[in-house]
């Protein structure tokens, strides 16, 4: 059975930094891109970046471009988030979620953990 | 940025009816679309993917259609547990986008 179990989300203040990771298993991780979503309180799903199988290739939503650093240790069946600058609107739940199909790139996500909550608030 | 405008914003149905969620594409996504089920608290299930394929596990009341801009998702006959947001998603063009989401409810 899929499981992806985010952790280290938390409180910060604005302008402060975070890194969530997610722990996979239950699949051969290092075969799947994996991505990050983020939902904002009583809204919708934003998709904010995705990183290939193998560790080499990303993309990000411009509203997290040059903040958010997306990366992975497949030794250790693990993604990351490192956030940096974070703003009020940051604020969110973070699913990491696991392509559908091995080796590409920007398919669809079968599989989400449960989220770690982001607060951003002075 | 392709944009995803789904509607109605919400349905309000009763078990056994059968529900049209609609999805539109701000340009030609092919048929690179996907729907998503999430419930109060949970995280998103996939439901369709490819407009039309049904992810595993998922039964068979869940149908999708459509290709371009259009696409539809249809639940056959409401079961209880379908009470739901439903989101659609495209994979056609960076970046990744998902639809406002429709609230189906009792």
């Known amino acids: 059975e899929v499981q992806l179990l985010e952790s280290g989300g938390g409180l910060v203040q604005p302008g402060g930094s975070l890194r969530l990771s997610c722990a996979a298993s239950?699949?051969?991780?290092?075969?799947?891109?994996m991505s990050w979503v983020r939902q904002a309180p009583g809204k919708g799903l934003e998709w904010i970046s995705i990183l290939s199988h193998t560790g080499t290739n990303t993309y990000a939503a411009d509203s997290v471009k040059g903040r958010f650093t997306i990366s992975r240790d497949n030794a250790k069946n693990t993604l990351y988030l490192q956030m940096n600058s974070l703003r009020v609107e940051d604020t969110a739940r973070y699913y990491c979620?696991?392509?559908?199909?091995?080796?590409?790139?920007?398919?669809?996500?079968?599989?989400w953990g449960q989220g770690a909550q982001v607060t951003v608030s002075s | 940025e392709i944009v995803l405008t789904q509607s109605p914003a919400t349905l309000s149905l009763s078990p056994g009816e059968r529900a049209t969620l609609s999805c539109r594409a701000s340009q030609s996504v092919s048929n690179f679309v996907a729907w998503y089920q999430q419930k109060p608290d949970q995280a998103p299930r996939l439901l369709i993917y490819d407009a039309s394929k049904r992810a595993t596990g998922i039964p068979a009341r869940f149908s999708g259609s459509g290709s371009g801009t259009d696409f539809t998702l249809t639940i056959s006959s409401l079961e209880p547990e379908d009470f739901a947001v439903y989101y659609c998603?495209?994979?056609?063009?960076?970046?990744?986008?998902f639809g406002g989401g429709t609230k189906v409810e009792i």
């Open positions: 979620a696991k392509e559908r199909v091995a080796t590409v790139l920007g398919y669809y996500f079968d599989s």
């Open positions: 998603q495209q994979r056609s063009n960076w970046p990744l986008t």
């Open positions: 239950g699949f051969t991780f290092s075969t799947y891109a």
